[in-house]
């Protein structure tokens, strides 16, 4: 398997507080990442960090070999590769949903636009949006403007897809619609990296999981039905625990 | 109130009202690209140009437009800088309502969340892409209502452009009262003419501002 | 730069001259204001208040005073009233008088705002402690009105100090008319003493309302 993404010796720190310390992650291509963690562990930090949106102190990312440098010219050459789904949809207010899947195809990468309707019509369709192309996002509801955010998202056609916490924000009815939006694309063998406390959808969807506290992988494992079976390390333990009641 | 009277001072408010519209627009539309130079200045914390923009900004907000006219107009003569009354009254009005213009366009563009540049970002578009087709569209409609109290507000203050001889409805109205002391029909007719000039701005602006109250794209 | 007239604002007691000038303006503007912020407050009240006829008749004296530029009010009050009821009402009283009209409308729609602004759960959930209405009003919502309205009256200072400029126009002698006079005196010695008194007014006038209205954005940063 050829190797997607590398990160090798982060270090990110927002003033003082020492955010991420010394993290080191290499994804291969078709594989699926879910990190997870207390809030205020680094997590979303971290996929911020992989797009650029946050500087680094040190370390080195690269993305198909190509290096992940905040502030730097190639940077939107390289975010092209990296799709990327916020927790708060973040759709462009002012346009329609096929608006705003086509804008940045024919804008940033000069695609004709009957070319890039046609296929977000397709996957439109496939996310079962197709009748809302012509809605405005205040018109639909949370599960439907996230999958358009995701849509929008493989319209350009990335290496790999972060997703930060795309759930958190919906009502409970709603988290499932998106969830299986994101189990088909990683049957479809799409290389991803997720941020949830959607424990059963970790479990569901992950090749691998990454336990991130406090700025560190404290472990990281393949075996994902015997992560939250058997935890190895003591943090671990202890934060799964916090997802059951006991009477 | 004789009818007579009003009918006979009609052309002569009529001309004065004409005059403060074109000095007024010019000034206005002077106001507005400072607006926008300014604004987008301190959205892209340019050096030095930033500073310029803020001493400004700071200058012309805490003067009266009345001295500021005056320093155009009778000051800056001495310096060799002369300039006509009109061109002194597009001047002022341009700077003064630039200084507002400048602070309703930041606080526009200060009203679009980071998120959304940082969304726009993360589709591979470039800083003027994701202000240019993401963040000035929703920025620009979000100043709108400010924009308009910005033009009746400057629209209001060209009242004061009598003070350097320009024939406006102000001027119009204290030389008949002076000279022929119709003092009812004079001011019954100024009323009526920055009812004219400035009524229809206002209905806009409150209609405008109701439409972005309760809806906005969609809606 | 002696032709530019700074001399001449040193000759005798003319700077003194100008200050007081200066000073004729903000004895205006400050009486003016806390008429305005007296009255505002309970204009702002009453526009709270359901009533179809109250609303009708605040709402057309807002629209006036927001659409009639200060001036032609002025000209109004100044020439009008003597003209219509025979009053000799002086300069300086319709100058406040006008201000104080225009102000308190001002202050009254900021007091209907910042009331308007206070959510509706607040009121809901002071019941539900079982406060009744004058004990929310006076523990929950005043105190919330109050900081939200304390750096907006400020402004309103700076706004009036800039608009009672407009005075000279009705001949009372302020600072601008106290800067013509002393140009007028000098013109054959001092020429361009123009650029000297017109700046040092600017100036003055910067210097007065510059730090309010610094207060002003100070204290709306702290409380917002």
């Given at each position: 398997?050829?190797?997607?993404?590398?990160?090798?010796?982060?270090?990110?720190?927002?003033?003082?507080?020492?955010?991420?310390?010394?993290?080191?992650?290499?994804?291969?291509?078709?594989?699926?990442?879910?990190?997870?963690?207390?809030?205020?562990?680094?997590?979303?930090?971290?996929?911020?960090?992989?797009?650029?949106?946050?500087?680094?102190?040190?370390?080195?990312?690269?993305?198909?070999?190509?290096?992940?440098?905040?502030?730097?010219?190639?940077?939107?050459?390289?975010?092209?590769?990296?799709?990327?789904?916020?927790?708060?949809?973040?759709?462009?207010?002012?346009?329609?949903?096929?608006?705003?899947?086509?804008?940045?195809?024919?804008?940033?990468?000069?695609?004709?636009?009957?070319?890039?309707?046609?296929?977000?019509?397709?996957?439109?369709?496939?996310?079962?949006?197709?009748?809302?192309?012509?809605?405005?996002?205040?018109?639909?509801?949370?599960?439907?403007?996230?999958?358009?955010?995701?849509?929008?998202?493989?319209?350009?056609?990335?290496?790999?897809?972060?997703?930060?916490?795309?759930?958190?924000?919906?009502d409970p009815e709603m988290v499932h619609e998106v969830l299986e939006t994101m189990l088909a694309l990683a049957k479809a063998g799409s290389t991803m990296i997720i941020v949830t406390h959607e424990m059963s959808f970790a479990e569901a969807v992950a090749d691998r999981i990454i336990f991130l506290d406090k700025g560190e992988i404290v472990e990281e494992t393949d075996n994902v039905f015997g992560f939250f079976e058997q935890p190895k390390t003591e943090r671990a333990k202890k934060f799964l625990k916090t997802f059951s009641y006991e009477k | 109130?004789?009818?007579?009277?009003?009918?006979?001072?009609?052309?002569?408010?009529?001309?004065?009202?004409?005059?403060?519209?074109?000095?007024?627009?010019?000034?206005?539309?002077?106001?507005?690209?400072?607006?926008?130079?300014?604004?987008?200045?301190?959205?892209?914390?340019?050096?030095?140009?930033?500073?310029?923009?803020?001493?400004?900004?700071?200058?012309?907000?805490?003067?009266?437009?009345?001295?500021?006219?005056?320093?155009?107009?009778?000051?800056?003569?001495?310096?060799?800088?002369q300039v006509t009354a009109e061109t002194c009254g597009k001047l002022g009005l341009g700077l003064l309502g630039g200084a507002y213009m400048i602070e309703t366009f930041r606080s526009g563009l200060e009203a679009i969340p980071t998120i959304q540049t940082e969304s726009a970002l993360s589709l591979g578009m470039n800083d003027f892409q994701t202000l240019w087709h993401v963040i000035l569209p929703q920025a620009v409609s979000i100043s709108v209502p400010g924009l308009l109290a910005n033009v009746i507000f400057l629209l209001k203050e060209t009242s004061v452009f009598s003070t350097i001889s320009l024939m406006d409805l102000m001027f119009t109205a204290k030389d008949l009262i002076g000279m022929y002391a119709k003092t009812i029909e004079c001011l019954f007719l100024l009323v009526v003419f920055y009812l004219i000039m400035l009524l229809p701005i206002s209905i806009i602006g409150a209609i405008v501002e109701r439409r972005m109250r309760y809806g906005q794209f969609g809606d | 730069m002696a032709s530019l007239g700074i001399d001449v604002l040193f000759k005798g007691t003319n700077f003194l001259r100008l200050l007081q000038g200066l000073w004729v303006s903000i004895e205006i503007s400050l009486i003016s204001v806390i008429l305005s912020i007296v009255l505002g407050l309970v204009i702002g009240m009453l526009m709270t208040i359901h009533n179809p006829l109250l609303k009708a008749v605040l709402k057309v004296y807002l629209e006036t005073v927001r659409i009639m530029p200060q001036m032609v009010l002025l000209?109004?009050?100044?020439?009008?009233?003597?003209?219509?009821?025979?009053?000799?009402?002086?300069?300086?009283?319709?100058?406040?008088?006008?201000?104080?009209?225009?102000?308190?409308?001002?202050?009254?729609?900021?007091?209907?705002?910042?009331?308007?602004?206070?959510?509706?759960?607040?009121?809901?959930?002071?019941?539900?402690?079982?406060?009744?209405?004058?004990?929310?009003?006076?523990?929950?919502?005043?105190?919330?009105?109050?900081?939200?309205?304390?750096?907006?009256?400020?402004?309103?200072?700076?706004?009036?100090?800039?608009?009672?400029?407009?005075?000279?126009?009705?001949?009372?002698?302020?600072?601008?008319?106290?800067?013509?006079?002393?140009?007028?005196?000098?013109?054959?010695?001092?020429?361009?003493?123009?650029?000297?008194?017109?700046?040092?007014?600017?100036?003055?006038?910067?210097?007065?309302?510059?730090?309010?209205?610094?207060?002003?954005?100070?204290?709306?940063?702290?409380?917002?």
């Open positions: 398997m050829s190797e997607l993404l590398k990160v090798t010796h982060l270090y990110k720190e927002f003033g003082t507080n020492v955010v991420l310390k010394d993290l080191n992650l290499s994804v291969n291509k078709g594989e699926v990442v879910v990190i997870i963690g207390p809030s205020g562990c680094g997590k979303s930090t971290f996929l911020r960090c992989l797009n650029g949106l946050e500087e680094i102190q040190s370390g080195v990312i690269t993305v198909d070999g190509l290096p992940v440098e905040a502030g730097k010219r190639d940077i939107t050459k390289l975010r092209q590769k990296i799709g990327m789904v916020f927790q708060s949809y973040e759709l462009f207010p002012h346009k329609t949903v096929l608006e705003n899947c086509i804008l940045a195809p024919i804008k940033v990468q000069k695609r004709e636009k009957d070319d890039a309707v046609k296929e977000a019509l397709e996957l439109l369709d496939k996310v079962g949006l197709a009748d809302k192309k012509d809605y405005y996002p205040r018109q639909l509801s949370g599960g439907q403007k996230q999958r358009v955010a995701i849509v929008r998202a493989l319209l350009m056609h990335p290496e790999i897809l972060l997703f930060d916490e795309v759930t958190a924000a919906l | 109130m004789n009818t007579d009277i009003l009918i006979e001072y009609l052309p002569l408010y009529k001309d004065a009202l004409f005059l403060t519209l074109r000095i007024g627009w010019q000034g206005i539309f002077l106001a507005f690209v400072i607006g926008l130079i300014g604004s987008a200045i301190l959205h892209f914390k340019i050096p030095v140009l930033k500073s310029i923009v803020g001493v400004h900004i700071e200058l012309f907000r805490n003067t009266p437009l009345l001295v500021q006219l005056f320093f155009i107009y009778f000051a800056l003569p001495k310096v060799g800088i | 000209f109004i009050v100044y020439f009008g009233t003597t003209r219509v009821f025979g009053w000799d009402m002086s300069a300086e009283s319709s100058a406040i008088f006008v201000f104080t009209f225009w102000g308190t409308a001002e202050m009254g729609d900021l007091v209907r705002g910042s009331i308007k602004s206070i959510p509706n759960i607040q009121f809901e959930s002071a019941f539900a402690l079982g406060m009744d209405k004058v004990q929310t009003y006076i523990y929950i919502i005043l105190p919330q009105t109050v900081r939200r309205l304390i750096p907006l009256s400020i402004n309103l200072i700076t706004r009036m100090i800039k608009t009672t400029s407009l005075v000279m126009m009705i001949g009372i002698v302020e600072v601008l008319k106290v800067a013509q006079q002393i140009i007028e005196a000098n013109r054959k010695v001092s020429p361009n003493a123009a650029f000297g008194v017109f700046a040092v007014v600017f100036l003055l006038y910067f210097i007065v309302c510059w730090p309010i209205s610094r207060l002003a954005v100070y204290l709306e940063k702290r409380w917002a």
